[in-house]
Each structure stands twice: as C-alpha cells, then as structure tokens.
C-alpha cells in the first residue's frame, strides 16, 4: 500500500472538523509571508496563497460548525489575499462565492458584479450573480419580481455566449424565457440544448412543459413521444401520461402510466395516472385494480377512495360504492367532491329525496351572498345545480329544474349558455314548446354574438312552424370564418329534423369537406347515419355507424343508435346486445339506452330483462311514447293485456303532445292499431276498466 492511499484513507476515517481544526492549527504556526508589498507591481504569490489557504479552511469551517468568527476570518483572510494578488480572478470569485454561502447576498453581488466590471468573460461570476437573480425571484412580487427576472435573464444570456456547448445553461435560460412568457425564445434555447443532447430527460421535459404552458398539449404529446420507448424514462413517460389526459386520449395515457410503473412499479403518482386514465375509458375492473394498489399503500387516500365508488357505481354496484364512500366520509366529512358523488349514487338507485338533500347542502355551503364566485367555485356550482336539475327532470318537476337551470345562467361565461339550454330542454321535456320558445328568445337576445346560442333559437323557431324564419336566423350565422363548420353541421341537424334530406346532405358534404380530427369525421359520419336511418335507407345507415365507430369504438351515443337500430330489425341482435350494454355502461342513467337494452332483450325473447330495463328507463324519462310502447309490447307478450293498453294510451298521449320532428308517422300508425286491437280483444273478454286482468 503506498503512502499516498494510507493517508487518503486515514483522511476517510478522522472526521471533517478535527482535520480541520488540526490544519489550522498547523497553518498558524506557520509563519506569515512578509505581506508589505515591494516597490514594484508583480503579486506576492506566496502570500496570496497562504492567505488563500486560510480563507479555505476558514470558510469550510464556518460552513460545517456554523461558526460566525470563523466566516468573518474568511473573509479577512480573503482580502489579505487579495491585498496579496488584486487581479486574481480566482480569488476574485472566491470571495463573492463566499459572500453567497454565508448569506451575504448584497455583498455577494457587489463583489461579483466588481469582477464582470473588470473581467466581463469571468464564467465563474456571471454564474454567481444569474444563481442570485435567480433565487431571488421567488421572494419577489410585480415590479421588483419583473426587474429581478430580466436581470437573470440577461446574465444567462451572456453565460450562453460564454458555455456555447453547455445543455444546463441552456435550459435555465429557456426556463425564465418561458417564465417571461416568451415562447418562442424558449423553444429556441430548448431545441439548441436538445441539438447538443437528444436524450436528455430535462430537455424533453423543459419542451413538453413548454408546449403545455402554451396550451398546446398536442405538440408536449409529440415532444415526449419522439423519444424511443426504450429511451424513456420514468418521468418521461409520467409526463406522457398526462399529456395524453389533456388531450382526451385516456387509452394511450394509461399505456404511458403503465411503462413507467414498469420502470417504477412504486411510483404511487404513476398508479393514481393510470387509475383515472382506465377510470376515463371505461376500463374499470383494471382501474379498480389500480386504486386497490393505492389504497393498500395509502389507506387514507381520500381522492382514490372517491376514484374506487365512482368505479363500483359505474358498475352498478351501488351498496359498494356507498360502503367506500363512508369510509372516505370518515376522513373527509365536507368533501365536496365525495358528497357530490354520494348524490349521484342516490340517484343511481332512484332515491331522489336523498340526493337532492345532499345537493342543496352543497350549494347553501357553497353560497355567496354577493355572487363574487371563482372560476373553480363557479364550476362547482354548476356541477351541483346541473345534476339537481336532471334530478328534478327525471321526477318530472320541470318548475323546480328550471329553477336550477336560472341559477346556472347567473353564473355568467358559458355556464350562461348551458343554463338557457337547460331551460329549454326542460320545457321541451314537459312539451311545454311555446315556453321552450321564449326562452330561446330571451336567450339569443342576451348573447347576440353566441352562435350556438342562436342555432339554438333557430331550432326552436323552425320546431315551432317558422321555418322559414328559423333557417334565416341559422344561415345568418356563416360568416366565413373558421367556425362556420360547426354552424353547417347544426344547419344539417336542422334539415334531418324537418325531413329536407337533399339539403343535409349537402350541408354535411361541406363539413366533411373541412373535418381534419378523428372526432369531427366520426360527428359527420354519426349525423349521415342518423340522415340515413330517418329516409329509411338502413343499410347506408349501418355502415355510416360502423365508420363512425372505428374513429371511436367507445362512443356510447353511436353504440346505442347503431345497437338499437338492428334490434329493432331483428337484425345482429347478439351484436346489437353488446352495442347497447357497452352504452349502459358507459352512461348508466341514460333513459335512451335503457330503453334500447329492454328492447333488444325482448327481440332475443327474455322478457323479464326486458321489462326491467323499461321500468328503470320510465323512471327516468316517462314522457318518451317509444318507451311507453315498448313496455306496452311486453305486457302484451306476457299476457297482461290491460296493462299494455295502458302503455300505448299513455304512448298516444305522449305522441299528441310531441313535435312532428320528434315522431315518425308510421310509428303512430303502429301503436294506434296495437292499442285499438288490445281494446277489442279485452272487450271480447268481456274485461272492463276496474277489473283485475291480465
């Protein structure tokens, strides 16, 4: 063993203070160079490093032993090196260094600034005074925290000049270009230090944040995603999880989740990712998996406890989903999130006294006297009022949702547009159409400039007979600007309502004309179905559907036109049933598709699941005719004849009170005769209307 390793490894063994004390100890009795300088200019360089030496170890001393005497020694003993050698630039740095471990920032930056005075190349203070600027940012506010930000700015940019090649340097000057709000400088330094290292995780990174300040997730998406899968890091992959979230794509953004769980299987954050990514598209036996994970590492969980009873709701596992819930309760009884998903499990189960209840005590403890709610707490309301209003709808109370859906207007923004819409979707429930038409009115007059506000009134006004006035007010909305897609399609909407196939389909030609993204294909596809299906060409209508349905497999509304579509041909029924079943699940509320499960249940012949998916539809909507029908024909198909009559007498009365738009006359025709040929054969059974018959 050499002599050199033996002392490095005693070095290891003694600790830091005592071989510090013991230098000292050693240097004081060294004695001092002489320090009076000679008549001539050239530096004292032993003197210098004597005095350098000391500085050191004093330094090293205050920092470990928090000793001030030892900082103030420091200090002197770096000004007698200085005194010693003025123009070392190492000695130079080394004090203003100094002055910044110690925490003597105003000193520190007089000192570092003196030196990029006189040497305006020195890296070494250039870098002090951006790490300064740079700390200090954050105890900064408006005018003093913008001086401060171009301050750091400016020294970066000169340590760029200086460190061409230098990735860190780079980044921290992208970084406060983007805290500047100066994208496109950003990107610039991002994309340079990413030239001069293309696997670097903090490039990658920097860019996605970048791309996702800028509300543009999409382009963070493509960032991340360039990289090689095996190159990928964990963080890399988290991020491309949640870049995939923003921008609705919940089957990749698990995907992402799930490799990073595979390069970290105990990253909690990446579990909780991929839970509400699989909880988004549908995949809740693997999310329920993923929370379980969670909570037997973090039982207190709250939000993933929230995250499981929303699953086991979807699933239609009520008792369970409220058993989790009262355990979250336990932990956080005001949770507004957990009582509003108490509420729709009440809902869920039809108990609507108890999810009203639940709603009310959230928005009276949500209330403001002066209305001067944030944005986060406008939401809020508006999720509450929203769900209150359904409620109120699916038990028929159409005053006390329109009610609700005024509340929402007051909130202003585009929660002002949903709440007119309600109003008018409730009156339109309770076929009060005339009311429908005053609101449409007030609310085109409000918003003048809201397209979809007026396309809304000119529904209603072609509905109410104007037609001619109401696809004046539509076309009047294209005004050649981008947005004149989505008035083409409405214009389409309006042209299948009022039966004028040759005019939609034009109308959707020119927005197929101008659909890029998978989700405005799949729109186009869906109304040429819808167009297709109402003109009695079903077989255009079909594959229409189909087309739609491979942009998007997991569309509950395509799922469900297709699924009943073919039930109600006979046509596919195994097909058609799991059409359906994957739109319940999807949207277990939806009287639509309830409807549409009990009707493909009684074409595959099992009645009882059929009449209770019907039962559970009329309990949300009882003023459809074609759910009154349906229930009507299984009565009949089971022998209870007096209460199918009942059905198709309440299905009449729906289809008198309904807008022609809404009902096909051959469907009328139909249930009319069903009815009448039910009332004769009762008559024949001599069965009356207060006897007990089957």
Known sequence: MNLSFQRSLVLRLIPASTILLAAHAV????????????????????????????????????????????????????????????????????LADLYFRLGRIREAVQAAQEQVEHHPEDVAAHELLGKVYVRSLGDMQGAQAADMLKLAIGEYEKLVKLKPNDVETKLLLGQLYGVDHDSAKAEKEFKAAQGLDSNS???????????????????????????????RTERMEFALGASYDQVKKPKEAASAYKRALDIEPDNLDAQRGLASALLVDGQLDEAIKSLQIILAAEPQDVQSQIHLSEAERRQGHYKEALATLEKAKALAPDNPELNYNQALIYDSLGQYAEATAVLDKLLAASAKGDGSYSDQEKGNR???????????????????????????VTLGGDFTVRGYQGEVDAYRDAHQFKEATVVGAEAAKALPKDKSVQMMYAQQLTDAGKVDEGLALAKAQLTGGADDRD?????????????????ATAELDIAASGASRPEEKRYVSFLRGEMYDRSKQY??????????????????????????????????LPEALEMIKTAVELDPQNYAYLDSLGWVYFKLGQNALAEQNLHKAIERSSADATVHDHLGQVYEKTGRLKLAVSQWERAMTEYAQSLPADSDPSDVEKVRHQLEGARVKLAHAGVGPGKDSK
């Open 201 to 231: 995780e903090e490039v990658v990174l920097n860019m996605a944040r970048l791309y996702t300040e800028e509300g543009n997730p999409q382009r963070a998406v493509e960032a991340l995603a360039a990289v090689p899968v095996g190159d």
């Open 539 to 572: 077989g255009l209508a079909e594959a229409e559907f189909r087309k739609a349905l491979e942009l998007d497999p997991k569309d509950p509304t395509i799922l469900n036109y297709l699924g009943y579509m073919l039930a109600d041909r006979g046509e596919k």
């Open 382 to 408: 508006y999720l509450f009022l929203d769900r209150l209003a359904t409620i109120y709808r699916e038990e028929n109370k159409s005053t006390e949702a329109i009610a609700a859906y005024k509340q929402i």
């Open 27 to 94: 240097m004081a009795q060294v004695p001092a160079p002489n320090t009076v300088k000679s008549a001539t200019t050239e530096p004292d360089r032993s003197s210098s490093y004597y005095h350098y030496g000391l500085a050191h170890l004093y330094e090293e001393m205050a920092v470990n032993a928090g000793r001030p005497d030892y900082a103030t020694q420091a200090v002197e003993q770096y000004k007698l090196a200085l005194d010693a050698d003025p123009n070392s630039v190492l000695l130079q740095d080394g």
């Open 487 to 503: 008035v083409h399609l409405q214009l389409a909407q309006l042209f299948i309502r009022l039966r004028h196939y040759k005019e």
